[in-house]
């Protein structure tokens, strides 16, 4: 194979504020799952780095699921579609696939035999399904609440018990199979976020927005205590998962703290303190062999220690909203990516060991169109909130100086060795020297898309639609010589090769072209493969290979001087087109789109 999937840094969970997370765990204690958007993300969690993406669905994905068998996953979305696919084969072949209820699915359950499913949501009809997996067929009527329901438990062993939590601030209580409707519990004065059985099925807890969390009988369903006495927790709970030996557990809160249960003794044994802001909120968590999880509203994902409550083990983050934008910097023998997000969020991540982390302090406050690394070891990016920031890359925290405030939106950055960088805006173009405007172009009688400035500094290109215009550099202004070069549609990317040659562009007539310098800019290639506009291009360190991506959802790496040769990734975030390109060495190239994944590809000619 021309090319091969070496790395995938995958996405966050897509969270909501106050509305709890499933996060799936697999019968091994090897993965866990969740989702973001139309993706189920699995991941290893002893290396979180090591993630596989299942893009089948065609809505936003809400829950996804082991089965206890651990051979299939079913996972659930907001038309009310269930899919139950293959986990041992890398292609996840779709075993069966129901519609149980006509809306949003919150919560699947599983008999331990893996044969029956209970399926719980937003239906029109009805809130809930339960059904042999692999005929669809109902075993049972789960009925009695008035709202939507929002969490679903089976008892793991026979008699089987099937427990609901509702927005009615009802628990219902059912025998089976088939599923017949015992009783409602009705205690809790606030939404019933989560019901969950202990393993050895002889407990079961319901978890609430009123702070509270329930213990009643897993074969009778009657209330046998609660967690904590009065309250468990000062805020809502959003979700529970209990030990392996049934006899702790965790619970997650809206109060921004995870706390670890004696469920005989009531008592909290250890409270997991995991921050003080909004986006601290604890919106799910997960008890797997000896790790504890939980996720914030923010997306990062925290194993906790029990020795030291707190401070997590370790947090994985990265993006949860789409990212626009990634750069290669490497440093130490080290390579490291950069990418910036549509939350205006910017990420670094170690590219062998997808150890990530965000700068400190505040940043942009809009979505990152682009990035660059300067010769001076910064990240210079530009943002929707017309500025230009330049980080410190050793430093790894924004600085509240080193902003550049445009007069309007900038679209690309470029930057040159001697502090030059500049900003392509809308009808406008600034040039920069040491972070300060130094010349500005305005009334251009053309609107300028993107801007490069030659690796010498001795020229600025600006393209447009059907032109590029070519500005010299000359001490601090930008002088127009009337050189322009004609081009096919609107450049929507443009960049020089690192040793100056050549100039590449892409442009909404498909094509990708490249001018040589120094032949006055005479056209040396044109490659032609996509078959909607491309949006981004890189150059390979070699100055020998183009890789471009299109809303075709197609990347192509092109040779110079063979039109002809070109490797063609086909769909290589399967449900986006890729929104930036980054080579990392000439055989490795970064590729980012808006499911908010980071992959490497190992490419070779």
């Not at 038309?79 to 292609?91: A, Y």
């Not at 809930?128 to 329901?149: E, M, P, Q, R, Y």
């Not at 709970?237 to 809206?254: C, T």
């Not at 919106?283 to 923010?298: N, P, T, Y």
Request: with cysteine.
């Amino acid at each position: 194979m021309p090319y091969e999937l070496k790395h995938v840094f995958a996405s966050l969970p897509q969270m909501e504020r106050g509305v709890a997370k499933v996060i799936g765990g697999d019968p091994k204690g090897n993965n866990f799952l969740y989702t973001n958007g139309k993706c189920v993300i699995i991941r290893n969690i002893e290396n979180p780095a090591i993630a596989d993406i299942y893009t089948e669905h065609a809505h936003q994905v809400t829950v996804a699921k082991y089965a206890p068998s651990g051979f299939y996953i079913a996972s659930g979305d907001v038309s009310g579609k269930i899919r139950i696919w293959d986990t041992t084969q890398k292609e996840h072949l779709l075993k069966f696939e129901y519609t149980p209820i006509s809306g949003k699915i919150k919560d699947i359950a599983w008999t331990e035999d893996s044969k029956r499913m209970a399926v719980v949501g937003e239906g029109r009809e009805k809130f809930a399904s339960v059904f042999l997996w692999d005929t669809g067929s109902s075993v049972g009527d789960v009925s009695g609440h008035a709202k939507l329901i929002n969490s679903v438990d089976i008892r793991q062993k026979r008699p089987y018990r099937l427990a609901t939590g509702s927005d009615d601030t009802c628990v219902g209580f059912f025998e089976g199979p088939p599923f017949k409707f015992k009783f409602t519990i009705k205690d809790h004065n606030q939404f019933v976020n989560c019901v969950r059985f202990s393993p050895d099925g002889s407990r079961f807890v319901t978890a609430s927005a009123d702070g509270q969390i329930l213990v009643c009988d897993g074969t009778t369903g009657e209330r046998v205590s609660s967690l904590g006495g009065e309250k468990a927790h000062k805020g809502g709970i959003y979700a529970v998962s209990w030990s392996p030996d049934s006899s702790q557990l965790i619970s997650a809160s809206g109060d921004k703290t995870v706390k670890l249960w004696d469920v005989g003794a009531g008592t909290a044994v250890t409270t997991f303190n995991l921050g003080t802001d909004v986006s601290d909120q604890q919106l799910g968590c997960l008890w797997q062999k000896d790790h504890l999880l939980s996720i914030s509203l923010s997306g990062y994902i925290n194993y906790l220690d029990k020795n030291n409550p707190d401070r997590p083990i370790r947090t994985i983050k990265g993006h949860s909203k789409s990212i626009q934008c990634v750069t290669v910097h490497n440093s130490d023998g080290r390579a490291y990516i950069y990418s910036g997000s549509h939350d205006g969020h910017i990420n670094y991540w170690d590219a062998d060991t997808g150890d990530n982390d965000c700068f400190s302090g505040k940043g942009h406050t809009n979505q990152v169109s682009q990035m660059v690394t300067s010769d001076a070891g910064e990240l210079v990016t530009c943002s929707m909130d017309d500025t230009l920031r330049y980080t410190n890359i050793g430093k790894k925290e924004y600085s509240a100086s080193d902003v550049a405030k445009m007069d309007f939106q900038p679209r690309s950055v470029s930057v040159a060795p001697g502090g030059l960088s500049l900003a392509v805006c809308i009808g406008q173009v600034v040039l920069l020297k040491d972070k300060k405007k130094i010349f500005t172009l305005d009334n251009l009688g053309y609107e300028p898309e993107v801007g490069a400035l030659h690796p010498n500094g001795s020229t600025a290109a600006v393209g447009s639609d059907g032109k590029i215009y070519l500005y010299s550099i000359q001490g601090n202004t930008l002088k127009d010589e009337g050189k322009t070069l004609d081009t096919k549609g609107v450049i929507t990317d443009m960049a020089y090769s690192s040793d100056g040659a050549y100039l590449a562009t892409v442009s909404t007539s498909k094509v990708a072209t490249v001018f040589s310098v120094v032949d006055g800019y005479s056209v040396k290639d044109e490659f032609h493969g996509h078959h909607a506009k491309p949006v981004t291009l890189a150059w390979s360190p070699d100055n020998q290979h183009i890789a471009t991506g299109g809303m075709d959802m197609m990347v192509y790496v092109w040779t110079l001087g063979e039109s002809e040769k070109r490797i063609k990734l086909q769909d290589a975030h399967r449900l986006h087109h890729v929104s930036s390109l980054a080579w990392r060495d000439e055989h490795t190239l970064v590729t980012v789109s808006h499911d908010a994944s980071v992959k490497q590809w190992t490419i070779t000619y």
